[in-house]
C-alpha cells in the first residue's frame, strides 16, 4: 500500500527555522516525483514545488523559489520542506503528494498534511 | 502562470441531483487538467486525471469533459459522500496551478 506520512504539527515564531518531512512507503521511492503544496487557512490549493528523489532534481513555483528548501534523502525514503526564517504568513498546512508520472502531472497519493503555526 | 477559473464558487445541492463544476484556463492545456475533491480537514483526493480519465477507485458518477480550454467536472448523482471542495489543476506547464475551488454544500 502507497503511504506518504508526514511530521506533526510545529508552532513556531516569527524567525526561525523549521524543517517538516514526508516518508514514503509502499513503492519505489526513488522514482516518483514528490511535490509539496500550501493550504493556508481556509484558503485554495497551491503548488510550491518537487523533487525527483532519484538524481534530487527539484523544481519550484516562483512563488515560493527562495523561500522554502526542498531536499530529499532517498535513503530513507523521505522529502523535507524548509524554511530558514519563518513568517506569520507561513500558517498553513502543507501536504506532500506523490505524482502520477512525471513532474508535470496530477498527484495520486498525499499525506496527511503537517499544520504549521508561525504566531509570537 | 496559467490561471485557472472555476466556477461556481460555491453550490447547494440535494441528493441525487446532478452537478456540473466548470473550469476555464488562461490558455490551451490540452487535456492536462485534474480533478480533486477535498473533504474538510482531509488531504485532497484525485478524482479525475487527463480531463476524463477516471482514477482507480472512484465511482463512476464522477466524470470529466472538456471544450477547448472549459472543462467540466460532472457528478451524475449527488451523494451525501460528495458534499466537500472540488478542485481543478493544470498539469500543462509548471508552475503547476489551481482553482479556486467549488464548494458542494447540501440543500
Known amino acids: 500500500e502507497v503511504q506518504l506520512v508526514q511530521s506533526g504539527a510545529e508552532v513556531k515564531k516569527p524567525g526561525e527555522s523549521l524543517k517538516i518531512s514526508c516518508k514514503g512507503s509502499?513503492?519505489?521511492?526513488?522514482?516518483?516525483?514528490i511535490g509539496w503544496v500550501r493550504q493556508m487557512p481556509g484558503k485554495g490549493l497551491e503548488w510550491m514545488g518537487s523533487i525527483y528523489p532519484g538524481d534530487s532534481d527539484i523544481r519550484y513555483s516562483p512563488s515560493f523559489q527562495g523561500q522554502v528548501t526542498i531536499s530529499a534523502d532517498k535513503s530513507i525514503s523521505t522529502a523535507y520542506l524548509h524554511w530558514s526564517s519563518l513568517k506569520a504568513s507561513d500558517t498553513a498546512i502543507y501536504y506532500c503528494?506523490?505524482?502520477?508520472?512525471?513532474?508535470?502531472?496530477?498527484?495520486?497519493?498525499w499525506g496527511q498534511g503537517t499544520l504549521v503555526t508561525v504566531s509570537s | 502562470d496559467i490561471q485557472m477559473t472555476q466556477s461556481p464558487p460555491s453550490l447547494s445541492a440535494s441528493v441525487g441531483d446532478r452537478v456540473t463544476i466548470t473550469c476555464r484556463a488562461s490558455q490551451s492545456i490540452s487535456s492536462y487538467l485534474n480533478w480533486y475533491q477535498q473533504k474538510v480537514g482531509k488531504a485532497p483526493k484525485l478524482l479525475i486525471f487527463a480531463a476524463s480519465s477516471l482514477q482507480s477507485g472512484v465511482p463512476s458518477r464522477f466524470s470529466g469533459s472538456e471544450s477547448g480550454t472549459d472543462f467540466t467536472l460532472t457528478i451524475s448523482s449527488l451523494q451525501p459522500e460528495d458534499f466537500a471542495t472540488y478542485y481543478c489543476?493544470?498539469?500543462?506547464?509548471?508552475?503547476?496551478?489551481f482553482g479556486g475551488g467549488t464548494r458542494v454544500e447540501i440543500k
Open positions: 489543476q493544470q498539469s500543462y506547464s509548471l508552475p503547476l496551478t
Open positions: 503528494a506523490r505524482a502520477l508520472t512525471t513532474v508535470i502531472t496530477g498527484s495520486d497519493f
Open positions: 509502499g513503492y519505489s521511492f526513488t522514482t516518483y516525483w
